[in-house]
């Protein structure tokens, strides 16, 4: 039996599991596969070179699938900037309707979109930004603790004290994100009061995901243990894969004095993490990993995991349903 919540029918999906936004893996073909298994798709706008590229990109999914689908826009702390508003316009222009936001100062962007009619979901890590955004009118909060891939902020709050207190603080329906690979992950963040998940780790070693076989191999060979933060004393703080460079970098952040992002910038460098996927080479750059490693076992199709998050999903429910007896029972057992 589907689940229906605030989230299913607010994006008009069957399945209330979000693919976030991923850097060089939010592309077309895994897009479409998670929106054709029930899910939504998410189309990352900064993997593609030029706002151009974004709107090939999207006509492209719609080749692919009848269902709705998103784009990502993460604002990130650059000199120079991409160009944000030329992404954003070019995707609704080419008639998205659904929008992740991420990162700093998404009040513009935001109001933009609300202005065409969008649909928005900002991701964030605390719940003053997540309050923040919700008085700039976005529709849902995606909230980011410290178990996530990529950028968990600075505070340290995992997702279930994150979570209770966004039950606590929120009007708006949330989704929880970071530390969720299956369907009992699922099923907690329900009953924590989100109205669904946003997955990312998980996604990247599927069948459609677009990188390459051994780094699949390489994330299912790894355990909970195998992601490090750096940019910690940057105050950018980032969870990736615990490869060599990742603890180069942590040593430079670690040395007395110090590191500036210049003395680390060629090691970090996104060409560098984007050749990790193509090569398939794990120790050629930086590349983005949450602590769901220690929960993914192999590498599905999107329609398999959707089929087994929804079932498991249901076990871990019905499960929790049958804890309960009549108290006269209960008190016979004393
Ligand atoms: C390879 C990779 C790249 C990512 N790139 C982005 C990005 O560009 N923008 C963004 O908002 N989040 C990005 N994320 C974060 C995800 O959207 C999501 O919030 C996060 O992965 C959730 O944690 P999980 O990996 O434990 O599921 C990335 C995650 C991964 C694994």
């Known amino acids: 039996m589907p689940l229906e919540t605030k989230l299913t029918k607010l994006l008009g999906i069957r399945v209330p599991v979000v693919q976030g936004g991923m850097q060089w893996v939010g592309v077309p073909k895994l897009v479409a596969a998670v929106s054709n298994a029930g899910g939504?798709?998410?189309?990352?706008?900064?993997?593609?070179?030029?706002?151009?590229?974004?709107?090939?990109a999207i006509r492209?999914?719609?080749t692919l699938t009848k269902y709705p689908f998103g784009v990502n826009i993460t604002l990130l702390?650059?000199?120079?900037?991409?160009?944000?508003?030329?992404?954003?316009?070019?995707?609704?222009?080419?008639?998205?309707?659904?929008?992740?936001?991420?990162?700093?100062?998404p009040g513009p962007l935001i109001k933009y979109f609300k202005s065409k009619?969008?649909?928005?979901?900002?991701?964030?890590?605390?719940?003053?930004?997540?309050?923040?955004?919700?008085?700039?009118g976005v529709d849902c909060l995606s909230i980011d603790g410290f178990e996530c891939a990529g950028h968990p902020g600075e505070e340290d709050i995992g997702g279930l004290v994150l979570l209770a207190r966004a039950a606590q603080e929120l009007k708006i329906p949330y989704i929880a994100s970071g530390g969720i690979a299956d369907g009992r992950g699922l099923a907690s963040a329900l009953a924590l009061g989100a109205s669904g998940v946003n997955m990312g780790t998980r996604f990247m070693c599927t069948v459609e995901s677009p990188i390459h076989q051994n780094i699949k191999?390489?994330?299912?060979?790894?355990?909970?243990?195998?992601?490090?933060?750096?940019f910690r004393t940057l105050h950018n703080t980032a969870r990736v894969f615990k490869n060599g460079v990742a603890q180069q970098v942590v040593a430079l952040e670690r040395r007395p004095g110090g590191a500036k992002f210049e003395d680390v910038r060629e090691l970090v460098s996104g060409q560098r993490g984007r050749l990790v996927y193509e090569l398939g080479d794990p120790e050629h750059g930086i590349w983005s990993a949450g602590i769901v490693l220690g929960l993914i076992k192999d590498v599905p199709t999107c329609e398999e995991l959707f089929g087994r998050i929804e079932r498991e999903a249901e076990e871990a429910i019905d499960g929790l349903v049958r804890l309960r007896v009549p108290s006269s029972r209960a008190q016979a057992k004393l």
């Open 40 to 56: 939504l798709g998410v189309i990352t706008a900064l993997t593609q070179p030029s706002p151009d590229a974004l709107r090939k």
């Open 60 to 62: 492209e999914t719609r």
């Open 77 to 105: 702390p650059s000199i120079n900037p991409p160009d944000y508003e030329g992404y954003a316009r070019a995707a609704v222009e080419e008639g998205v309707r659904i929008f992740e936001t991420a990162g700093n100062n």
């Open 117 to 136: 009619g969008c649909i928005v979901i900002h991701k964030c890590t605390t719940i003053r930004h997540a309050k923040s955004a919700e008085r700039h």
């Open 217 to 230: 191999d390489k994330i299912v060979a790894s355990s909970e243990q195998d992601t490090v933060h750096i």
